[in-house]
C-alpha cells in the first residue's frame, strides 16, 4: 500500500516538475530562444511589415523550442496514461504535425507577405506553445474510457 502511495506520490510530484518547466519555457522565452515574432505579435501586427530575421537561426530556435515542449509533453502523457502504444502513437504525431508546422512556418515567411499574419501568427503559436498536449490528454482520456467500457 505505502509503495503504491509513493509511486502515486512520485508520479505526481514528477508531473508538477513538469509542468513547471512548461511554465518556466515560456516565461523566459525572450532569454532562451532567438524569436524577433515574440514582440511583432505584441504589437499592431496587422499593419506591420514582418520583422527582420535570420532564418536558420529562427529555424533552429523553432525546432530546439518544439523539441523540449515535445518531450516534456509526451513524458507527461507517459506519466498520465503509462502506455508504450500510445506513447509511441504520441511521438508519432508530435513528429509528423511539427514537420508539418514548420514547412508552414517557412513557407508562410517565404512566400508570402505580411497580409497573412494571421496565418503565420497560429503556425507559430502551434510550434511554440504546448497546445498539442491540451488536445491529446482529453482526447487520449476518453479514448480509454471508451476502450473500458
Not at 502506455?83 to 502513437?89: C, M
Not at 503565420?120 to 488536445?135: A, T
Amino acid at each position: 500500500m505505502q509503495l503504491r502511495n509513493l509511486n502515486k506520490t512520485l508520479r505526481f510530484s514528477v508531473l508538477a516538475v513538469l509542468v513547471l518547466l512548461l511554465i518556466a519555457i515560456r516565461a523566459f522565452e525572450h532569454r532562451i530562444f532567438y524569436d524577433p515574432f515574440l514582440d511583432y505579435f505584441k504589437n499592431d501586427y496587422l499593419n506591420l511589415p514582418f520583422p527582420p530575421y535570420d532564418g536558420l537561426a529562427l529555424l533552429g530556435s523553432m525546432l530546439l523550442r518544439y523539441l523540449i515542449n515535445s518531450v516534456i509533453s509526451v513524458a507527461i502523457i507517459y506519466l498520465v496514461f503509462t502506455d508504450a502504444s500510445l506513447i509511441k502513437l504520441t511521438i508519432v504525431l508530435y513528429a509528423v504535425l511539427g514537420l508539418l508546422l514548420l514547412l508552414a512556418l517557412f513557407g508562410l515567411l517565404c512566400f508570402s507577405d505580411s497580409q497573412s499574419n494571421f496565418a503565420l501568427f497560429y503556425v507559430r503559436r502551434l510550434l511554440i506553445q504546448p497546445l498539442f498536449l491540451l488536445l491529446f490528454l482529453p482526447a487520449f482520456y476518453f479514448q480509454k474510457i471508451k476502450e473500458a467500457s
